[in-house]
């Protein structure tokens, strides 16, 4: 109840994103389509801002709000924005909401499944300034190693809807057993992000719950479990 007083306070202080993306969050919204909670877009523009990032990398685009709000947001710096989604329905729609956007040029999406793209992105031996994670929950610890690789020193990692509306504080005896599987492979993520040497870690219960991970050596090479 609190969480959803704060919520509709924050809301209140948004005065929307311009036209352009008001009309595709409204969209987003009404079909359903998952997209970062309002209280989470000035939280990535501030990182964004402070960062400055020449490269960014997302995981998880859906119809292409959040990669259009960052590269509104990096205009002057010009960054170059990727963006992995796998659904071929949210493809088509982002597709055209990158196509048509003023940014088209700076966004790529790169169609497949998260995981595979972030290997061959490693094997190109691509790096990024700021990772956007926002997509499957139960599968962020598995992508953590590939993470791990692809972002450079001093680079930041932001990975959205970590406390599960804060089911993450719950013993896993009182979680569905189906609900069990994701709510262990999420506190072993959040323990990974706070425990492995070379990572500073804060986590934020702002909409949904917020890492912010910054990358402080050159590439941390953790297993990877295939
Ligand atoms: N970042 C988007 C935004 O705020 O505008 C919202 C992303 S939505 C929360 C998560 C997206 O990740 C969904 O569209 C889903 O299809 C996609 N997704 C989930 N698992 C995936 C995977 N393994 N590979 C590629 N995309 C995946």
């Given at each position: 109840?609190?969480q959803e007083?704060?919520?509709a306070?924050l809301?209140s ?8 993306l ?22 990535l ?5 402070l ?12 119809v ?6 960052m590269?509104?947001?990096t ?5 170059r924005?990727?963006?992995i ?7 088509a ?12 040029d700076?966004?790529r999406?790169?169609?497949g499944?998260v995981?595979?793209?972030f290997r061959?992105l ?12 926002d997509a499957?929950?139960?599968q ?20 959205d809807n ?7 504080l ?5 979680l569905?057993?189906r ?8 506190r072993?993520y959040l323990y ?14 702002i909409?949904?719950?917020?890492a ?15």
């Amino acid at each position: 109840m609190e969480q959803e007083r704060l919520s509709a306070y924050l809301h209140s202080l948004s005065s929307g994103q311009g036209e352009y993306l008001d009309r595709i969050r409204n969209e987003a919204e009404k079909d359903k389509v998952p997209i970062i909670r309002i209280e989470m877009e000035s939280f990535l523009s501030v990182f964004l801002e402070l960062k400055k990032p020449a490269d960014i990398l997302e995981a998880g685009t859906a119809v292409g709000y959040s990669s259009l709000l960052m590269a509104k947001q990096t205009e002057s710096i010009g960054s170059r924005i990727e963006t992995i989604e796998k659904d071929e329905d949210r493809i088509a729609s982002a597709e055209k909401n990158i196509g048509d956007s003023p940014w088209a040029d700076r966004i790529r999406l790169i169609r497949g499944d998260v995981l595979e793209v972030f290997r061959m992105l490693c094997g190109e031996g691509r790096k990024y300034d700021f990772i956007f994670m926002d997509a499957a929950k139960g599968q962020y610890i598995r992508y953590l190693p590939w993470v791990l690789r692809l972002l450079r020193r001093g680079g930041i990692l932001i990975s959205d809807n970590v406390l599960q509306d804060m089911t993450i504080l719950d013993s896993r005896f009182a979680l569905e057993r189906r609900e069990r599987t994701i709510h262990k492979r999420m506190r072993d993520y959040l323990y990974a992000l706070n425990q492995t040497d070379g990572l500073l870690t804060t986590i934020v219960p702002i909409g949904d719950g917020a890492a912010v991970t910054v990358m402080q050596h050159d590439g941390i090479l953790t297993e990877i479990d295939e």
